[in-house]
């Protein structure tokens, strides 16, 4: 793999680590939830979409729009069921809770999937390419790309033009007076989950496409979207995106360097980028200068 | 006709007790002034009335409905909408968003974004500006325009004139003219006690949790509501 494949391959994994923090951030700005199963939930996007094409001949965007649909319920659920009734100014019992879902869905994935390391087949699209001034592009990579891109902006059209969306940012503010004004909180709350899980399953069956996947790689994913977020910040849509591009260029690259250091040099990145940001700059620079 | 019959009200914060047995009424039309010092238990009252802290013992009615036992959101589409304290605007959100989330669920009414440019048009320059960004006077126009939003039957505004100049406290006061013609009910919480008497049909004192005087604006006695007030014996 040449450096620029490696370059764009990882800004398309970059995309939908994006994604990850997105969900990620969402949750926790809104509702003040640290969903310890969101790993898990990209892991099980994974493989409900992988069973839909195998058992089913329908075609990978209608799976996508299908896994959508069902993790919008399942954050739906798990938020209206159980986080709702555990939402106040302590967050830690929110955290238990999604702590011990994840354990759940990881071993019933085990239970019902196996150990094994899964990767999805989606017939000859997955070689198909175009040459782009002379560099060779999957045409896969480059939908997928372009579909992380068209979530991150449809998430900020919904959040800056509609009343959902609108209360989602207010509830953030104040919850309280969202209340004053005739909105249900646990309402709002279900439906911001409902959004996180389905950025995070769609995203994880998107990844799933072209990198392989056991029912335990949710903590790492996990870990991807935790550094994200803290790279990208919480408020932001653009910091997500850009730090998930970030994250995925370092990965893909450091891969193609040494394939056998794994998340390495993302951690490496992730590390040097918390330093840089303690360190003092402008004085570094200016002594260096005297 | 009564719109608000509050009876016996007891709330408590944890487990300190906050209001003991508050009686009170608002006409249809009307503007209640409930006046006390730091910690009376006004703004307390102003939140059980509207769901946020919910009354241990006594009952609340809104044209007659029982609406003790009914979640804050609930009591705000039956038409109770409140100015917070502080503002509380959304301070990411900018003003016209803040009111857009003020008529998302809204009763049918004349109050609109029109309507509430019109009552406040110095909102018109920063109706594009992040809420967080405003002076005191500024938010606090906001902050009763979004409630308004709501086409209330009755309006509780918590202490509208704390923090701001008393120019613009005039032009605050000067709006509750106009939201009355739109017939809606006000009840005004204020530390100020001449302008809570000049703005009000009637006033309630509130001591330590308990109503100790009420009578129409024009003949309570300021002596008395001083007394009243500060908990001193009546001279």
Redesign the interface.
């Known amino acids: 793999m040449t450096l620029l494949a490696a370059v764009l391959n990882g800004l398309m994994v970059g995309g939908l680590y994006g994604l990850f923090g997105l969900g990620l951030a969402l949750a926790f700005g809104i509702m003040r939830v640290v969903n310890i199963a969101h790993g898990e939930f990209i892991v099980l996007g994974a493989f409900l979409g992988a069973t839909v094409l195998a058992v089913t001949p329908l075609p990978l965007p209608v799976v996508v729009l299908v896994v959508a649909i069902s993790a919008f319920a399942m954050g739906w659920l798990m938020q209206a069921t159980m986080l709702n009734r555990l939402v106040g100014p302590n967050p830690i019992p929110a955290m238990i809770a999604t702590m011990g879902l994840s354990i759940i869905i990881r071993n019933a994935l085990v239970a019902v999937y196996g150990n094994n390391i899964r990767a999805i087949d989606i017939g000859p699209v997955q070689n198909l390419g175009i040459e782009v001034a002379g560099v060779a592009l999957g045409v896969l990579p480059l939908a997928i790309f372009a579909l992380s891109v068209a979530m991150f902006l449809a998430v900020g059209l919904l959040l800056r033009h509609s009343t959902t969306g609108r209360a989602f940012r207010a509830a953030a503010d104040d919850f309280e007076i969202l209340e004053t004004l005739g909105f249900n909180r646990r309402r709002v709350y279900a439906l911001a989950m409902g959004l996180a899980v389905t950025l995070a399953a769609v995203a994880g069956l998107l990844l799933a496409v072209r990198s392989s996947f056991t029912p335990f790689s949710g903590i790492e994913r996990l870990l991807i979207a935790f550094q994200v977020v803290i790279i990208g910040g919480l408020g932001s849509l653009r910091g997500s995106f850009l730090a998930g591009l970030f994250l995925g260029v370092v990965h893909v690259v450091g891969l193609s360097l040494n394939p056998n250091v794994g998340p390495l040099f993302g951690h490496l990145a992730f590390i040097l980028i918390l330093i840089l940001r303690q360190a003092d700059l402008p004085a570094i620079l200016t002594r260096r200068g005297r | 006709m009564t719109l608000l019959t509050v009876e016996g009200l007891d709330v408590f914060h944890g487990d300190l007790q906050a209001t003991f047995g508050v009686d009170l009424q608002v006409a249809a039309g009307e503007a209640v002034a409930i006046i006390g010092a730091n910690g009376a238990g006004k703004s307390t009252l102003l939140r059980a009335i509207?769901?946020?802290t919910p009354a241990r013992h006594g009952t609340i009615r809104l044209e007659g409905e029982d609406i003790t036992r009914l979640?804050?959101?609930m009591i705000?589409?039956r038409g109770i909408?409140?100015v917070?304290e502080g503002r509380?605007l959304?301070?990411?959100?900018t003003v016209e968003?803040?009111l857009?989330?003020?008529s998302?669920?809204?009763r049918p009414g004349p109050w609109n974004l029109e309507a509430a440019y019109d009552l406040f048009p110095a909102m018109t320059d920063f109706r594009h500006r992040p809420a967080g960004m405003l002076s005191g006077g500024q938010q606090q126009m906001v902050a009763i325009a979004?409630?308004l939003m709501?086409n209330p039957r009755l309006l509780l505004c918590d202490e509208v004139s704390l923090g701001l100049a008393p120019a613009i406290i005039g032009d605050i006061y000067a709006c509750f003219r106009r939201i009355r013609d739109s017939s809606v009910s006000l009840v005004l919480v204020e530390q100020d006690i001449l302008r809570a008497r000049a703005a009000s049909d009637r006033v309630y004192c509130l001591l330590k949790g308990r109503v100790t005087l009420q009578g129409a604006s024009g003949e309570v006695a300021l002596d008395a509501i001083r007394a009243a007030y500060f908990g001193e014996a009546a001279a």
């Open positions: 509207i769901g946020l979640s804050c959101d705000a589409r909408a409140l917070p509380r959304f301070p990411s959100l968003e803040n857009r989330l003020g998302a669920r809204a979004r409630a709501m």
